[in-house]
């Protein structure tokens, strides 16, 4: 009885299927040119709004440095003049005996006085060996605000970096889809100084400098980088520590070149994720291992952030302000690291640590534990 039935069931469903099919191909006869039309007006739509967004809109004293489009793939595509100006930017700042710089990323609410841009030039000013460092540091902008600020404050060592059709002047949250597009802007961008021979190290700008961190780096690896949250103890293991795309130093050569072109590409694998997940699924896959790439982690000690418990206040040489929500929390408490250090520094008070990023730790509903051992 109930065979009987399903069977006449599955029969009617034929017959329909293949009377709809009939009726789609009559149909699809007819709407041929209507869908051809369609496509055509799309595409011709988004190559005039295309090339409309490349228009600069800025005033036309301030020069563009890097206008490169979002799809675009090299330096190649960089204008000639932009070009120009950004091997001289970077001639310029690089350190002498080798070829490097210190790069960073701002947009407009980083950019405003007082705020995080200021904070971070400021640690360069009182860190111990670290005012030398102030002449490689260069400023990819997001926005044309920021872009001119940077100028006021750092002639000669502002880059705009400008991507179609994306606002990157708020203040943006983590995971915020606008975000993730700047975080990969910057890896394009980065890989684009590796070709040109640049070796760069790449810090956040919600950072504080105290001590000069290149001698705390090894030298002749390609690519090294802060931890995530801990340091396993071990600086060649990268399947127990994570990278912290904030903080990395790169040495420019053929397999970094290969590194971040993988990188880059890698972000169409896993949509909406940012640069320093895609980095850590990819860290120990078979094509870096395959292209030899020697990787390195930083001990937390010498790099560390607000997402560790404490501080060695007489060891430590760049401090983060991640695991930390909204921009004037993270301007506090950074400031308050550099109030400590200042105090620490003066004085030589051994006694002096840092006091905990309460602000941050607040805005994240979470305080670091020290160690389970302590508790038990
Ligand atoms: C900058 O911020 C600090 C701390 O938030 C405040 O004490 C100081 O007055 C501010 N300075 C200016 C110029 O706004
Ligand atoms: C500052 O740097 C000098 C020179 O490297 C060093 O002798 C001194 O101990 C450092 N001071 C602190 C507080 O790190
Ligand atoms: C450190 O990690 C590397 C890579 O995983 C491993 O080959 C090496 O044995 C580890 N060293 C120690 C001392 O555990």
Redesign the pocket.
Known sequence: MAASFSTTINTLNTQTLEQVLRQLQTKWRELKWAVFLLVLTVFLYAVVYHSASLVPNFPASVVPVVAAKQENNNIDSIEAEDRKNLEEILKEASMKDKKTVIVTLMNQAWAEPNSTFDVFLESFRIG??TNRLLPHIVVMCLDDKSYSRCLDVLPRRCILLRTAGVDFSGEKRYMVGEYVKMMWRRIKFLRSLLKLGYNFLFTDMDTIWL?DPFSRLAADVDFQSACNLFFNGNFSDRQHNEVNGGFIFVTANHRTVKLYKYWYKSRLRFPGKHDQDVLNYIRSDKYIKKIGLDMRFIDTVDVGSFCQPNWDI?KVSVLHGNCCIGQSNKVKDLRQSLEDWTI??AN?KRERKFRQPMNCQRSVGWKPQRNHKRRG
Do not use: L, Q
């Open positions: 111990n060996g001590r007489t620490f520094f030589g």
